[in-house]
C-alpha cells in the first residue's frame, strides 16, 4: 500500500520560497501512468491544485499560480519537491500530496496527512 508524508519548514517569510518534500513508500514514482500532485486547502477553504509531476517525469501546474510554483523529483530517493516562490499570507495553507491514477480512468487514490505551512513575518 503506497503511502505519502509530506516535509518541510512550517513558517516561511513574504517573499520567501516555500519548500516541501512529499516522500513515497510502498511505490515508485516512477510507475506507468501515475501522477504526483501538489494540493493545498487555505483556511476555511476550499481544495486547490497546485500542480503535478507526472511518471515520465513531465511537469504540469496551476495557471491561477502562474510561473512561482516548481516540482522536481529525486527517483533515487522516490520522493517529490514543491517550490513556490514569492509566496504572500494568501499562500497559507495545509498543502497535501497525492497520488493520481490516469488508467483506466482519473482519480485520488493516496493522500499525504498534510502539512500546514504559515506565510507570515
Known amino acids: 500500500q503506497v503511502q505519502l508524508q509530506e516535509s518541510g519548514p512550517g513558517l516561511v517569510k513574504p517573499s520567501q520560497t516555500l519548500s516541501l518534500t512529499c516522500t513515497v513508500s510502498?511505490?515508485?514514482?516512477?510507475?506507468?501512468?501515475?501522477?504526483w500532485n501538489w494540493i493545498r486547502q487555505p483556511p476555511g477553504k476550499g481544495l486547490e491544485w497546485v500542480g503535478a509531476i507526472a511518471y515520465r517525469g513531465d511537469t504540469n501546474y496551476s495557471p491561477a499560480l502562474k510561473s512561482r510554483p516548481s516540482i522536481s523529483r529525486d527517483t533515487s530517493k522516490n520522493r517529490f519537491t514543491l517550490q513556490l516562490s514569492s509566496v504572500t499570507p494568501e499562500d497559507t495553507a495545509v498543502y497535501y500530496c497525492?497520488?493520481?491514477?490516469?488508467?483506466?480512468?482519473?482519480?485520488?487514490?493516496?493522500w499525504g496527512q498534510g502539512t500546514l505551512v504559515t506565510v507570515s513575518s
Open positions: 510502498g511505490g515508485s514514482i516512477t510507475t506507468n501512468y501515475y501522477y
Open positions: 497525492a497520488r493520481e491514477m490516469s488508467v483506466p480512468y482519473n482519480a485520488f487514490d493516496a
